[in-house]
């Protein structure tokens, strides 16, 4: 196998493991109750409105659908996904950030799923959740979400059920993989407790390199 063939095959296992992996932690239940709450409120009205009163004007029958229908789909919507935000994930793979995040009724209605090329990174930071029609984040003001710009023009915004500490975390690694991506956010300045993680992490790759290269050496001695 020529030198060629092996830097791919690194490559390779690269691409296979796994850098970093970020699950979500819940930040309130006071959302998911009222919504959940609200839902059966809106089943018990479809019941009255629709076989107890049983309307034969048909305004009536439009009223009750905008009265009971679309809430009931907007607040099960809304009960369902912050249900289900323990399947979230972030994920940095090789050159490629994988991600599934439940958003938050201020973030959009819509699961967001997909993955990201870092070379394709024009700017990223963190960015703090409007706190409007949300009561457990009112406890949680200065919860953040991951916002990254490519260079096509494209945005995202994800990962408002991970920590910030977290956010912040996979921030670094993307700046350590990809350092002409800018990184708009002060981290040392806004999450402080991060400085000593970011010197952690900046020594154990300068360890890593170090041992890369003591197994080159040792590599070619034996060649000897």
């Known amino acids: 196998m020529n030198e060629k063939e092996l830097k791919d095959e690194e490559l390779n296992q690269e691409e296979e493991q796994?850098?970093?992996?970020?699950?979500?932690?819940?930040?309130?239940?006071?959302?998911?109750?009222?919504?959940?709450?609200?839902?059966?409120?809106m089943i018990v009205s479809i019941y009255f409105f629709a076989y107890r009163?049983?309307?034969?004007?048909?305004?009536?029958?439009?009223?009750?659908?905008?009265?009971?229908i679309l809430p009931l789909l907007l607040f099960a919507n809304r009960a369902f996904k912050e249900f289900v935000y323990t399947r979230d994930y972030i994920e940095i793979k090789?050159?490629?950030?994988?991600?599934?995040s439940s958003p938050l009724i201020t973030t959009g209605l819509r699961t967001k799923k997909g993955e990201i090329q870092i070379r394709e990174i024009k700017k990223f930071g963190l960015s703090k959740i409007p706190r409007k029609l949300s009561f457990d984040l009112f406890k949680h003001k200065k919860k953040a979400m991951l916002v990254i710009s490519l260079k096509s023009g494209k945005e995202y915004f994800f990962g408002e059920y991970i920590e910030n500490d977290d956010l912040a975390e996979i921030c670094i690694y993307i700046k350590d993989i990809y350092p002409k991506a800018k990184l708009v956010t002060n981290l040392a300045e806004d999450y402080p407790d991060l400085a000593n993680k970011q010197k952690k992490l900046a020594s154990l790759k300068q360890k890593k390199a170090v041992e890369d290269d003591e197994d080159i050496e040792g590599a070619g001695y034996r060649k000897r």
């Open 18 to 41: 796994s850098v970093i992996f970020k699950q979500p932690v819940r930040f309130g239940w006071i959302d998911f109750i009222i919504n959940f709450v609200f839902s059966l409120i």
């Open 53 to 68: 009163e049983k309307p034969e004007d048909i305004s009536l029958w439009i009223t009750s659908i905008f009265v009971t």
């Open 94 to 100: 090789g050159q490629t950030i994988r991600y599934r």
